[in-house]
């Protein structure tokens, strides 16, 4: 779709030194998109897909929101956007890896 596509550019033309993002797949009312880089190792990471939603919703018309996430073990996020009427609450993914030990819940 190509309102996601210009929401790319935008986010890369301001955070594009520290978080990349890639649309993995696009539709009238979802977007998924990959995200990466040097904000995966920041506690602000959350903050970028909110940024990301709110760039979408500018180019789609309507105010977008985040709908879930998932952390992958490379330590990139796989996130799901859907226009904000769409979404109750969002499933976050909580990945933790401590001395070998793995908790790794979707709330």
């Known amino acids: 779709m190509e309102f996601a596509e210009r929401a790319v550019a935008r986010f890369r033309e301001i955070f594009g030194a520290e978080a990349e993002v890639e649309i993995l797949e696009a539709g009238r009312d979802f977007v998924k998109a990959k995200f990466g880089g040097n904000m995966c190792y920041t506690c602000g990471t959350y903050d ?3 940024d990301f939603a709110y760039m979408l919703g500018d180019e789609a018309g309507e105010e977008w929101a985040v709908s879930g996430y998932e952390q992958l073990d490379s330590g990139e996020y796989v996130v799901e956007f859907r226009p904000k009427r769409l979404v109750e609450r969002a499933t ?3 990945k933790i890896v401590l001395d070998g030990l793995s908790l790794d819940l979707k709330v």
């Open 48 to 50: 970028y897909f909110e």
């Open 92 to 94: 976050r993914h909580i």
